[in-house]
């Protein structure tokens, strides 16, 4: 099953600062049929102006994990942590038992961001920050690990993830073909970030999202270069 969710269809929110799409039921945005799926809790499609962010505030027993599609994001937080993610890169946030943390565009241009929340596999872990660097080039024979807690991934570089879960990215150039196996009981959502593929058959444009369950695997064939991001975890 592939259910599509067309970028004009999702939730919204501007904030003047901040423009917001909502692939889920978030803060004013409440959709009961888009709560989650699986243990993907929040996938927000971000564009924060130049010189402004999200203050200081506070989370607990989340995953967070931020995908840099353009720009640059500044991180702070209570635990003495500081960088800077630039496009392409990624950045994860172990809230755990708590973290109050805030994001900056320093950049002089929008930086525009996936945020995406995935539901720990336990409440109340030790809260921890990290940063890396993926270079989009080695994404081009695959599917690129980015963060992961699933077993089979220990040691593979990815940032590690409280939860059995993995975010993935693959670059693609027009006609490019990749497949990728999903268990039994596995769920993934796959955004592409720019470009437009089919998955199975099923055509998305860039930004739509593909909420996939109960298949054996996807293909996916570019139609346009394109760059995919894909969450996948466990069902329940």
Not at 168 to 197: D, E, H, M, N
Not at 206 to 212: E, N, P, V
């Given at each position: 099953?592939?259910?599509?969710?067309p970028?004009a269809?999702?939730?919204?929110?501007?904030?003047?600062?901040?423009k917001?799409?909502?692939h889920?039921?978030?803060a004013?945005?409440?959709?009961?049929?888009?709560?989650?799926?699986?243990?993907l809790?929040?996938?927000?499609?971000?564009?924060?102006?130049?010189?402004?962010?999200?203050?200081?505030?506070?989370?607990?027993?989340?995953?967070?994990?931020?995908?840099?599609?353009?720009?640059?994001?500044?991180?702070?937080?209570?635990?003495?942590n500081?960088?800077?993610?630039?496009?392409g890169?990624?950045?994860?946030?172990?809230?755990?038992?708590?973290?109050?943390?805030?994001?900056?565009?320093l950049?002089p241009?929008t930086?525009?961001?996936?945020?995406?929340?995935?539901?720990?596999?336990?409440?109340?872990g030790?809260?921890?920050?990290?940063?890396?660097?993926?270079?989009k080039?080695?994404r081009a024979a695959?599917?690129?690990?980015?963060?992961?807690?699933?077993?089979?991934?220990?040691?593979?570089?990815?940032?590690?993830l409280?939860a059995?879960?993995?975010?993935?990215a693959?670059?693609?150039?027009?006609?490019?073909?990749?497949?990728?196996?999903?268990?039994?009981?596995?769920i993934?959502?796959?955004v592409?970030?720019?470009?437009?593929?089919?998955?199975?058959?099923?055509?998305?444009?860039?930004?739509?999202?593909?909420a996939?369950?109960?298949?054996?695997?996807i293909?996916?064939?570019?139609?346009?270069?394109?760059?995919?991001?894909?969450?996948e975890?466990?069902?329940?």
């Amino acid at each position: 099953m592939i259910d599509v969710r067309p970028f004009a269809n999702l939730g919204s929110a501007d904030h003047g600062w901040l423009k917001a799409r909502h692939h889920f039921s978030f803060a004013d945005y409440q959709d009961p049929a888009r709560m989650h799926w699986g243990r993907l809790r929040v996938w927000n499609d971000d564009e924060i102006a130049p010189g402004t962010g999200f203050d200081p505030h506070p989370h607990r027993d989340m995953e967070i994990v931020t995908y840099v599609r353009e720009g640059a994001i500044t991180h702070r937080d209570n635990m003495g942590n500081e960088g800077r993610t630039e496009a392409g890169d990624v950045q994860i946030m172990s809230a755990g038992t708590g973290v109050v943390h805030a994001e900056y565009n320093l950049e002089p241009g929008t930086t525009k961001i996936f945020q995406i929340w995935i539901l720990p596999d336990r409440r109340g872990g030790k809260p921890g920050w990290g940063s890396r660097s993926f270079p989009k080039a080695t994404r081009a024979a695959g599917f690129e690990v980015l963060a992961s807690g699933r077993p089979a991934d220990a040691g593979s570089g990815a940032l590690p993830l409280n939860a059995d879960a993995a975010v993935l990215a693959a670059t693609l150039k027009a006609g490019q073909t990749l497949r990728l196996p999903l268990a039994a009981g596995r769920i993934a959502y796959l955004v592409p970030a720019s470009g437009a593929v089919e998955v199975n058959g099923t055509k998305l444009n860039a930004r739509d999202g593909a909420a996939i369950r109960a298949e054996a695997g996807i293909v996916v064939t570019a139609q346009e270069d394109a760059e995919l991001v894909l969450v996948e975890a466990t069902a329940e």
